[in-house]
């Protein structure tokens, strides 16, 4: 394949890469101080989000393995299919081997497969379709299919625009099912690959990328966000790359160009990081006089865009809002609910175990296979299959979403780490209920820690997806309204700059402020929306009611905040004396609630943390505790009651599940009895924040 690519061809492919890389370096070398000042500012100031119920734990794969089997692989080369031992370590990386015998050795895989971008596909039809849409000028059938001819009628296939393409199959529907989920999973956890913990260089590289595309005029989602950074500046390269012999020269170009992109990103890197500790003391002796030049800068860029922005609102976005809203609400709302459902039958299994006469060495096993159902393909297949239903379908267009798979995939990303929330606190709460009380009455033990865990779920799994929501409605907004905005507003920025103090001109870009104007005016609508969806029953979301009376957010972000009501607790410092929040978790019928809306007119913070800091307001969650829970658990504490090994899950076709041994339970037809709409467990604030 690489001699079909001629040195001129890659030469140019070169040049073309470094033009690119040097266009995002200029970009994210000022987007990494921006990113700098508000990570800064976010810590001086401090902030946070909700505190969760549920308690997590911080590596749930540690040690683990998620699959392996045996698959049949097509190979290109000769055009012949052969057998072979697929492993899925914790890195969610596909392995294949020879053999089991060869892989239980240690030898080198055969392949690797990194699944960052990659679409996983159950038919020759389907692939088809995605070959004649990514390559103009090829309409190939698949009766004519040149490509390749399946040995079996289930093949599965991993689909990438611009690398290869890796051709499998099975012999049988439940196993080509089976496989689908854990190509899936796979697909899903390495598109989430970039890391939230860092909170200067992934904003600095997200938005870096954004104003990348938007100087090309691609202002909606982009479907290959996905993976890490070189990854996506190696499919950002290729966004205008597409040609009738792609998918023969693919993997050899492919190849070439993420070895570019992962080097010069790791040297771009590298030298930011090297800058950053002058950096960070000039902002920490400069803080005041940055945000003070930075609010009148603002303020200027204000009277020029909200008129705009707001005319602009009325008219083409709130009319739609609450379309958005619904779309996104019901099938995210069903999947959490299938977690919840697939959750408690698990724990139906353990129940029936303990009054079947299983002692502790069984409950272990049960335990150990429990440890792991957040992260098994197949158990939360089910899960998952909810939320793909998502469909926004006459909104796409309107707003340039290129389709719902970013939406979708952050919603699984999010039920699986509350499936896993969910499953370390029962363990850690049945495991100190056992320490203290024995094998007496395992049975009744396990059912209060199971109740108390799904009415923590029910609360933790509503903070999660109203948070989604108003994510996803300014993921989908803020683009449509800065293209709209553009061609008025941009041409009267660069004056702005003017504004700024040269000292300060690294930390605070014109554009940014700009932005977050833009992101300021809509944010009322959307938190409103929301806050009137959490109304509606059927969606069995909690009814936030915040206090927040004469609130000045210019005080909350940056100055001295007034004194609160009675019983208000203040925190001291010169950045924000934080008022605790009370929370009325759900309004019954007929009782009204004691607070409402906000009050007053406050000022609209100027960064995106502080937007979403108002979107996701910190509150501490002020519950009654009783005596038998006072000496509950926190995060962190107890240890781990179960030591047991895991074992195999037989699968069909001698395919390990490494999460559970003995096999997967049968369907239950028995149901939980506590209404999803509850309010959590009152155990006090405790355990909140783990």
């Known amino acids: ?31 990494y101080a921006v990113a700098l000042f508000n990570s800064v500012r976010f810590e001086i100031e401090g902030g946070g989000g909700t505190q969760s ?37 914790n890195s969610y990386t596909i392995s294949l081997y020879e053999s089991k015998a060869a892989h239980d050795r240690g030898l080198h895989p055969k392949v690797t497969i990194n699944c960052a971008g990659y679409k996983a596909l159950t038919s020759m039809e389907e692939y088809m379709e995605l070959m004649n849409t990514s390559l103009p000028g090829i309409k190939a059938k698949v009766g004519s299919n040149p490509f390749i001819k399946c040995a079996t009628q289930f093949p599965l296939i991993l689909w990438h625009p611009y690398a290869r393409h890796h051709y499998f199959c099975v012999m049988t529907e439940k196993e080509q099912k089976k496989w689908h989920a854990v190509l899936q999973d796979c697909v899903r956890h390495s598109n989430n690959g970039l890391s939230e913990d860092c909170t200067v260089q992934t904003p600095a590289f997200t938005d870096t990328v954004r104003r990348h595309r938007q100087a090309k005029g691609h202002y909606g989602t982009w479907d290959m966000m996905c993976g890490t950074p ?42 930011c990081e090297a800058h950053r500790a002058p950096l960070d003391a000039r902002l920490r002796t400069d803080m005041d006089q940055i945000i003070t030049s930075k609010e009148h800068v603002s303020s200027k860029i204000r009277a020029l865009v909200l008129p705009k922005a707001e005319q602009l609102l009325r008219t083409n976005i709130q009319p739609y809002i609450s379309s958005i809203l619904e779309a996104l609400m019901e099938p995210t709302s069903r999947g959490f609910s299938e977690v919840r459902d697939v959750f408690f039958k698990e724990l139906v299994e353990i129940s029936k175990n303990s009054l079947n006469g299983g002692g502790k060495e069984k409950l272990g096993e049960h335990m150990e296979r429990l440890s792991m ?52 606190t029962f363990e850690q709460l049945l495991n100190q209920s056992l320490e203290a009380q024995g094998e007496n009455d395992m049975c009744k033990t396990i059912q209060r820690c199971q109740d108390r865990v799904l009415k923590k779920y029910d609360y933790d799994s509503s903070t999660v997806r109203k948070k989604f929501f108003r994510e996803a409605l300014l993921q989908i907004i803020i683009p449509y309204m800065l293209q709209q905005l553009s061609p008025s507003c941009s041409p009267e920025l660069p004056p702005f700059k003017e504004l700024i103090f040269e000292d300060f001109s690294r930390f605070l870009l014109v554009e940014n402020m700009y932005e977050e104007v833009v992101l300021q005016s809509v944010t009322k609508d959307i938190m409103m929306a929301v806050k009137e969806a959490a109304v509606q029953r059927r969606h069995n979301l909690y009814r936030d009611s915040i206090i927040l009376t004469n609130m000045d957010w210019a005080a909350k972000f940056g100055g001295d905040e007034p004194e609160g009501p009675a019983g208000d607790s203040t925190d001291g410092g010169s950045f924000g004396r934080r008022r605790k929040q009370v929370v009325s978790m759900i309004q019954l019928d007929g009782v009204p609630l004691p607070y409402e809306s906000m009050s007053g007119s406050p000022k609209s913070p100027d960064s995106v943390n502080e937007i979403r800091d108002l979107i996701n307001p910190k509150m501490e969650v002020v519950l009654p505790v009783s005596e038998e829970e006072q000496s509950d658990i926190t995060n962190g504490t107890g240890g781990d009651h179960w030591h047991h090994h895991h074992g195999g899950w037989g699968a069909g076709g001698g395919d390990t599940c490494h999460h559970c041994s003995g096999g997967c339970p049968q369907e239950i037809s028995t149901r939980q009895d506590v209404p999803a709409d509850n309010p959590p467990a009152a155990d006090g604030r405790q355990e909140a924040g783990s």
């Open 373 to 424: 159902l957040a992260f098994h393909p197949v158990k939360m297949q089910s899960c998952y299959e909810k939320v793909e239903q998502l469909n926004l379908e006459g909104l796409q267009q309107r707003f340039d979403v290129s389709s719902p798979s970013v939406f979708v995939s952050r919603a699984q990303i999010l039920m699986r780490e509350q499936m896993d929330n969910a499953v370390y």
């Open 53 to 89: 119920q549920l308690l997590h734990r911080k590596d749930p794969l540690a040690g683990r393995s998620i699959f392996s089997g045996n698959l049949f692989q097509y190979l290109e080369e000769n055009r012949k299919w052969r057998n072979r031992f697929v492993s899925v370590p």
């Open 230 to 271: 070189p990854q996506i500046l190696a499919n950002l390269g290729k966004m205008q790359q597409r040609q009738r012999n792609w998918m023969l020269i693919s993997d050899a170009v492919y190849k070439q160009v993420l070895s570019q992109t992962t080097a010069q990103y790791e040297a771009l890197v590298e030298a």
């Open 1 to 31: 394949v690489t001699a079909l690519v001629s040195p001129c061809q890659r030469d140019s492919r070169s040049s073309h890469e470094n033009y690119v890389m040097k266009e995002f370096s200029d970009v994210y070398e000022q987007q």
